[in-house]
């Protein structure tokens, strides 16, 4: 966690490659005259890459003002998360911008309607409004529009209607995020009161569509996908930990995952970049949840197609102002991929390995930080030939980071060239 207060951009002591064309590593600061973006959420740092390469300078407040983020944008590290983050786009705007710099939200910001109400009071909000949130997150509403479109949807059940024994059944806590909501169910009752579901578990490969809403269409910009759990990046059972992609589907399957992107944004009135989390058992996609923002596997479609993702959002939104957008020479690869690197035991970050040609970090810890058991240490960007191919890029350089938080061993700065 770093320090929290206004930060302006400062130099990596972690040593990240020199930006260039290629979207596996970061983008140049923007120039002062570059048109400002209000960012928030738990993290801003890929929101924000996006936001530079579309040509906009984005001010951002999140958990943890990472330094690859400090690297190239204004950041402020919220303690006070979700409620700081009004006061937080206050300070951002006190000394620069007025209140019609335009804001956009990330990840699990749609479980904070009252945040979202706030900043939407502020000035432009260039997302969908609380009603939306409150909508696309009942599964009940969910349920209901699969069943009117035909479209596959697991059952469901409210907690105080237990499903008999002999199913295989999850227990879904709403307003949560990345998999931190969701449990395998044991057979004990819910709480009395609890508004949680149960959700019939579906077997399949764990997917995630990338979207961008019209309000009343949709167009996919992609399937991911999904890593969820994995032990070789010590994430809980549940968790999101990273996407590959993009995944070539079958007709069929392409044509049910393009339906339910038509059917969720015309429902709702989505506009924008949403996501939908998909199980595919090789038949049918079945819609898990809905996911009204920016979601965790845009940057690995953006790192995929040279373009940047966020300006397709300022775009459904008619939000053209920008300044030349930065566009990949070279996108290095057919595939690209993300993964999330949590602590397996309490760290204190001091060195973190350089990558290669193949893969970097980024969401990189403040040097000291500390950070506990089960918590986010850094994320990869990867790029390959197959998904194969990425999942070993994957696994090889999380081992190589997690030997060198273990061992603390120095990783010293290359060369300055010249």
């Known amino acids: 966690m770093s320090p929290s207060g206004l930060l302006a951009r400062v130099p990596l002591e972690f040593w990240i490659p020199m930006a260039s064309t290629s979207f596996l590593i970061?983008?140049?600061?923007?120039?002062?005259?570059?048109?400002?973006?209000?960012?928030v959420g738990a993290s801003a740092r890929a929101a924000a890459w996006s936001a530079i390469r579309a040509g906009r300078r984005p001010l951002c407040a999140d958990l943890f003002a990472d330094r690859d983020l400090l690297a190239v944008a204004v950041a402020i590290a919220v303690e006070d998360y979700p409620l700081g983050l009004v006061k937080?786009?206050?300070?951002?705007?006190?000394?620069?911008?007025?209140?019609?710099?335009?804001?956009?939200y990330t990840g699990?910001?749609?479980?904070?309607?009252?945040v979202v109400a706030a900043l939407s009071d502020r000035g432009p909000l260039l997302g969908n409004p609380p009603e939306t949130l409150r909508l696309v997150s009942d599964p009940g509403w969910v349920a209901q529009l699969c069943d009117d479109h035909n479209l596959s949807c697991p059952a469901i059940r409210p907690a105080d209607d237990p499903p008999p024994r002999g199913h295989q059944w999850l227990l879904r806590q709403p307003l949560s995020a990345g998999g931190s909501g969701v449990s395998e169910w044991n057979g004990t009752a819910p709480p009395p009161g609890s508004n949680a579901v149960f959700q019939e578990r579906i077997r399949g490969?764990?997917?995630?569509?990338?979207?961008?809403?019209?309000?009343?269409?949709?167009?996919?910009?992609g399937v991911t996908e999904q890593l969820v759990g994995r032990e070789w990046l010590s994430a809980s059972r549940w968790a999101w930990c990273g996407s590959i992609g993009p995944l070539e589907l079958p007709p069929p399957l392409n044509d049910q995952v393009a339906e339910l992107a038509d059917a969720v944004a015309a429902g709702a009135g989505l506009v924008g970049l949403f996501g939908i989390d998909l199980v595919l058992?090789?038949?049918?996609?079945?819609?898990?949840?809905?996911n009204p923002r920016y979601t965790g596997s845009a940057e690995v479609i953006e790192m995929s197609t040279g373009?940047?993702?966020i300006g397709l959002h300022l775009d459904a939104f008619?939000?053209?102002?920008?300044?030349?957008?930065?566009?990949?020479?070279?996108t290095g690869s057919a595939v690209s991929a993300k993964a999330v690197l949590f602590a397996r035991e309490d760290i204190t970050v001091t060195h973190l390995p350089p990558g290669d040609s193949t893969w970097s970090l980024a969401d990189i810890p403040h040097s000291g930080a500390r950070i506990t058991k089960g918590r986010p240490i850094c994320s990869i960007l990867a790029r390959g030939v197959t998904a194969d191919g990425c999942r070993d890029?994957?696994?090889?350089?999380?081992e190589e980071v997690y030997r060198a938080v273990k061992s603390s061993r120095l990783v010293e700065r290359p060369p300055e060239a010249g």
Request: aromatic fraction near 2%; proline fraction near 14%; include cysteine.
């Open 26 to 39: 970061p983008p140049p600061a923007p120039p002062p005259s570059a048109p400002p973006l209000v960012i």
């Open 88 to 104: 937080a786009v206050e300070d951002l705007l006190s000394s620069g911008p007025d209140a019609s710099c335009p804001a956009i």
């Open 108 to 114: 699990a910001m749609e479980n904070h309607f009252e």
């Open 205 to 221: 490969r764990s997917a995630a569509a990338l979207c961008l809403g019209t309000g009343s269409a949709a167009r996919v910009l």
């Open 281 to 290: 058992d090789g038949q049918r996609a079945w819609i898990i949840e809905i």
């Open 307 to 309: 373009q940047s993702m």
């Open 318 to 330: 008619g939000d053209s102002r920008s300044s030349p957008p930065i566009v990949a020479t070279d």
């Open 393 to 398: 890029i994957l696994k090889r350089s999380s």
